[in-house]
């Protein structure tokens, strides 16, 4: 792998050479005979949600950081740090060492039958919260955890912070909401409202501060000698863009250029910086800003993502303060990291719903303090108002729910090419920053090693002296897959064959200098020289087959080892697609009949035509669901209107009624023809139209549910997502 220019002679970890295991309990037993000499530091682990690689300040962004920047002035910088593109996936491999299929969370929250893709962290792994108890950590975390599908206040519990290590735990079990009224808000192990709280009622609840003050309580509040460990979630800034108007206002007018200009100077402060190298050249630009009609609402997005991110360093600035209050910034050590590259999902950006504006009068009840949110989107805010979204809703207030966008995306990701849920250095590249006053003597320093999520564990059981366990609980404990970062602390090298990427179908390896990376589950190898072209532009492959093929078959090795392999993504077997599913052209299907992938309507290629008899009470939930966040389709109510999906190659489509769906019994019917339009209809009368992507090209890996969705997860929900009504009777048909 690549190394610093300043190196001397290279040199592995006493860690490293003699093993983690073994290691963590010689180095115990010195720090316990040796207590004097040296005290394991306090560790902070800080992450940051859906930001691109050049948005802080002290990576090449014009947002403003200074607590950030503060730190890494002291510290170090990774310029080559890498996560798994993608939330829950990295949240998983972050906490355990490990890549994410082992640890069961291969993709998001859908349990698929397969071992690396669970849904759920496995009894195979051991947290970094866990593993530090041994040592005599006290162990908190504020903010988002994402490594279970139990989110309801009932659990199962069993992967809920407090019983995977956790002494304390503030912040939301599932993975994203709103910044004013989140969903699966928890105290410890008991769900609460955010405007209901005794401990913690601040004037305005924003839960980027929220996460903030709760981590510096939990700082504040630990006792004795023990050292602590703190893991601190932000949401900020995935979408929704929430900001409180203080911070907004600090930062009007600053985007009014548009995407270019962004990424112009970001591009040419991180050279500056010797983040980027000089032949790296920028990637292509995605959007044209003189084509943007709302220009003053695109930039109001940009607007309230640099407010998001200004707030979150603020509240990072208040835990250091926190920290050096007690005397115990020198012996703590800080990390800050961010989950994926910038985020160019278009959530709320199109028109939706019956309000397209804010009414003038509250059109519904104001909702008890008490009353737990339970949706992702809110249906309303806490004082009436409906959540709007679409062009020209202006974001940042709790009444809107919009994403930044796809250009906005490509300015945070500069200078690289791609996005979250890609293993395109846009997708996979992000900042760490590292500080440690007793531990890191280097201040403002680089590191070009590449370097991984699976390493902060093995950093951590290097430097507290615990025991990485072989067991638990008579299961077997994978292996520890990262490298200890502590020879960088010291200007020496990572020592690593290759490292490792698969989400979605989306695959890469990293050894030395060479990069093979694909799109999808058949996208063609590419290969990059990283040294001379880490912004991907010139391919590579054509010119040395022989490499591809190598590295390829260490994809594939890695892959089989690691629970990758076998995936629920669409293989590309067409003789073996040809015979899974039923022949059958019409399916009769009872309420809550559920059908394995093998006796599903066999819908490749062809028009599919739903319909079904229910009894709606007023709320949502699926009615039924074939297939996953592949491939697939789903007929179900949101926000009280009836709606329908697609999954295409990943691709999501929907088309929903502009009105609500009345309570009673009604007759409701789709139609996805094989050559694209969809449209929807309630007792006979259609009710709405779209354009869709055409018939299934393969099927679907997951099998066919009625009244919920537990397994792929087709349309806009992040849950099982069962159906508040009755579902009679659901008929499918096939055409010939």
Known sequence: MAHNDSLSIPRRSFMQTIGLGTAGALWSGLRNSHAQERRAPNIILIMADDMGFSDIGCYGGEIDTPNLDGLAAEGLRFTQFYNTARCCPTRASLLTGLYQHQAGIGHMMGDRNL???????????????????????????????????????????????????????YGTIHGAGS??????????????????????????????????????????????????FVYVAYTAAHWPMHALAKDIAKYRGRY???????????????????????????????????????????????????????????????????????????????????????????????????????????????LAAEYLQPDMIPKQTRD????????????????????????????????????????????????????????????????????????IMATCVDVSGAAYPVEHADNPIHPLEGRSLVPAFHGNVIQRDALFWEHEGNRAVRAGKWKLVAKGAHGKWELYDMDQDRTELHDLADEQPERVVDMAAKWNAWAERA???????????KKEDGNVGSNATQFVLKPDESLPREKCPKVTGRTVRIAATIEHKGGDGVIVAQGGSSLGYALYVKDGRLEVAMRHKGTLTTVADSAVLPPGRAEIAAVLAKRGAISLSV???????????????????????????????????ETENSYAGLVNGVRIELAK
């Open 683 to 717: 007792n006979g009368k259609e009710v709405a139209t779209g354009d869709g992507p055409g018939a299934l090209p393969s099927m679907p890996l997951d099998g066919l549910e009625v009244g919920r969705d537990e397994a792929g997860l087709v349309g806009r929900y």
């Open 179 to 228: 910044f004013y009224d989140p969903n699966s808000l928890m105290r410890d192990n008991t769900h609460i409202s955010p405007h209901a709280d005794p401990g913690y009622a601040p004037e305005t609840f924003y839960y980027t501060d929220a996460i903030s003050d709760n981590a510096a309580t939990f700082i504040r509040e630990h006792t004795g000698d023990s050292p602590f």
């Open 563 to 573: 629970h990758v392999l076998p995936w629920p993504w669409d293989k590309g077997k």
């Open 256 to 366: 009014n250029a548009g995407y270019g200009p962004v990424r112009a100077a970001r591009y040419e402060k991180a050279r500056k910086l010797g983040l980027i190298k000089d032949q790296w050249e920028l990637s292509v630009q995605a959007g044209d800003w003189d084509r943007v009609e709302n220009k003053d609402w695109e930039a109001r997005c940009m607007e309230v993502y640099a407010a998001m991110v200004d707030s979150m360093d603020r509240g990072i600035g208040r835990i250091v303060a926190e920290l050096k209050r007690q005397g115990k910034l020198d012996n703590t050590l800080i990390f800050y990291l961010q989950d994926n590259g910038g985020c160019a999902e278009g959530l709320g950006r199109g028109a939706r719903g019956k309000y397209r504006e804010r009414p003038e009068k509250p059109p519904f009840e104001p």
């Open 115 to 169: 071992e690396g893709y669970r849904g759920d962290l496995n009894n195979r792994c051991r947290t970094i919260a866990e593993v530090l108890k041994t040592a005599g950590y006290g162990t908190y975390m504020a903010g988002k955890w994402h490594v279970t599908k139990h989110t309801k206040p009932d659990g199962p519990r069993d992967n809920w912070p407090c019983q995977r290590g956790f002494d304390r735990f």
């Open 384 to 455: 009436g108002y409906p959540v709007v979204q679409g062009p020209g809703i202006m974001p940042g207030p709790a009444d809107t729910y919009i994403a930044y966008g796809r250009g906005w995306a490509n300015a945070s990701n500069t200078p690289f090419r791609e996005y979250k849920h890609w293993v395109h250095e846009g997708g996979i590249s992000t900042p760490l920053v590292v500080h440690w006053p007793t531990g890191v003597r280097r201040k403002n320093a680089l590191v070009h090693d590449p370097a991984h999520l699976i390493d």
